[in-house]
């Protein structure tokens, strides 16, 4: 691309976007070139910020035409670069933080419709004030967009009894790769008149067209949550009780979180005022939550009584049920603490990976000792969400190691990590997608017939590879 087709596409999208809808120095795009943790960096012709729906259309239409390639962007919370561009400063990304606005909100329907711009601490707060719930729940939620958590199917706290965000999504509209716009944002419970195309575009990544907009369904505000932490012995103790208060309670419990002695050291080494204490000085704790529609007391007494139960028969070691919403959210502000409290440790080799919770314990017990034959001083820091099958299984450097000595070691630790995970059944990645950094993944565990089937669908939805390329599928 020489310089005068560059300033002919920059001009077509200012006349389309507005001036304040483009950044085009190094300077203004700098901050929409990098992910959180500094791994994926990218290079961009121009980042451009359309106001509406028929802006994007445009943008992608135009874009189509001449063979430029764009790269969706939500709030750049993502953990894999699924939302950066390459470096060849030939792409462009397409960022909606623009498109924010609350656009319907139902309260008889118990649905909101937002443009994918809107950052789920809006969408919450804007069920809230209708008496609502939006329950997807994650530590990110001032930084990112609904679009993003769409594109990447997020998952959070709440999945063990809401699911992830495809199952709270209802409609969606999407702007194609050749610049049409898909609209689907009737709300419908039911609808069984052919292909349910929304699903094509949720967990995605942007590489079969942007979403602009999306209906999602809101749920009665708990009238009461129960909050406590429970150490146990190993990650086995932790499925009995998870099956104790599955069957006791059955959808009140809302959450379900595993933790380790090590992720709540680091919590309680880099952030001290939070109450990071280990009951028991137990190897492992649990944070769960439970909900219900009821404001009296029973929910609180009966989790009492279970966690009562559950100790007299040596299941549980210790338990502290928090006494209020704010002990509850000091509890809450621990877990959310970890990922951070890793990061700020030093560096770290890190695995979003699901498996079917009978086999989670089996996984954990054989892993830990095979690390350490293998890795001497490495330091797992494993957390997650136990309820639903994810775990979020971390390598810390050993400690006084030297950084990239253990950076090194990366490609053998994920190949003894991800082996045995899909050996039993799971997956690689359980919610944080695939991106650019789990491309190789896709090739070495996914089997031919369904890459075929996955190039299939992108050919036929984006067969001049415009969206996000580079992302998701590996290399033919």
Same mark, same amino acid.
């Given at each position: ?243 104790? /208060? &599955? @069957? $006791?309670?059955?959808? +009140?419990?809302?959450?379900?979180? %595993? ?6 050291? #680091?919590? =309680? ?20 939550? /439970? &909900? @219900? $529609?009821?404001?009296? +007391?029973?929910?609180?007494?009966? %989790? ?6 559950? #100790?007299? =028969? ?43 919770? =009978? ?43 030297? =950084? ?73």
């Amino acid at each position: 691309m020489n310089p005068q087709q560059a300033a002919a596409h920059l001009a077509f999208f200012r006349t389309v976007c507005g001036a304040r809808g483009v950044r085009s120095t190094p300077q203004d795009q700098a901050s929409y070139l990098e992910e959180p943790r500094g791994r994926f960096t990218g290079a961009a012709l121009a980042v451009v910020l359309p106001g509406s729906t028929a802006e994007v259309a445009a943008v992608v239409q135009y874009a189509q035409t001449h063979g430029i390639a764009i790269v969706p962007q939500g709030g750049q919370t993502g953990l894999c670069g699924g939302a950066l561009p390459d470096g060849s400063g030939r792409q462009i990304v397409l960022n909606l933080k623009r498109m924010r606005r609350v656009l319907a909100l139902d309260p008889v329907e118990a649905t909101v419709t937002v443009e994918a711009g809107c950052r789920l601490a809006e969408v919450q707060a804007a069920a809230d004030a209708a008496g609502l719930w939006f329950p997807l729940s994650l530590a990110s939620a001032g930084e990112c967009q609904i679009g993003g958590n769409l594109a990447t199917n997020a998952g959070g706290h709440n999945v063990l009894r809401y699911g992830n965000v495809r199952e709270l999504c209802l409609g969606l509209e999407v702007v194609l790769a050749d610049g049409r716009i898909w609209s689907d944002l009737k709300g419908l419970r039911k609808d069984n008149s052919g292909y349910d195309l929304k699903q094509l575009f949720i967990g995605a990544e942007g590489t079969l067209g942007v979403i602009t907009a999306a209906i999602l369904r809101l749920v009665p505000h708990p009238a009461q949550q129960v909050t406590a932490q429970v150490a146990v012995s190993d990650p086995a103790a932790a499925l009995r009780l998870l099956g104790r /208060l &599955s @069957g $006791a309670v059955g959808e +009140a419990l809302t959450a379900f979180e %595993l933790m380790s002695a090590f992720s709540l050291e #680091l919590v =309680a080494r880099h952030f001290p005022d939070l109450p990071a204490r280990q009951l028991e000085t137990s190897p492992w704790s649990v944070l769960l939550e /439970l &909900s @219900g $529609a009821s404001s009296d +007391a029973g929910l609180s007494d009966r %989790l009492s009584q279970i966690l009562d139960a559950a #100790l007299r =028969a040596g299941e549980i070691r210790d338990a502290v049920v928090a006494r209020n919403a704010s002990q509850g959210a000091r509890l809450w502000a621990v877990r959310n603490a970890i990922p951070d409290a890793q990061r700020r440790e030093g560096p770290s080799i890190k695995h979003d990976i699901a498996l079917p919770r =009978a086999r989670m314990a089996a996984f954990i017990g054989e892993m830990l000792p095979l690390l350490e034959s293998r890795f001497p001083g490495v330091r797992p820091c494993v957390f997650g969400h136990l309820g639903d099958g994810n775990l979020h299984f971390n390598l810390s450097l050993p400690q006084g190691g030297d =950084a990239q000595a253990f950076l090194d070691q990366r490609d053998a630790l994920e190949r003894l990590v991800h082996d045995r995970v899909v050996a039993l059944g799971g997956s690689f990645s359980a919610e944080h997608g695939i991106g650019q950094l789990k491309r190789g993944e896709m090739a070495r565990y996914k089997d031919a017939v369904t890459l075929d089937l996955m190039r299939t669908l992108k050919r036929a939805l984006d067969p001049h590879d415009v969206m996000n390329p580079g992302k998701v599928l590996p290399d033919p």
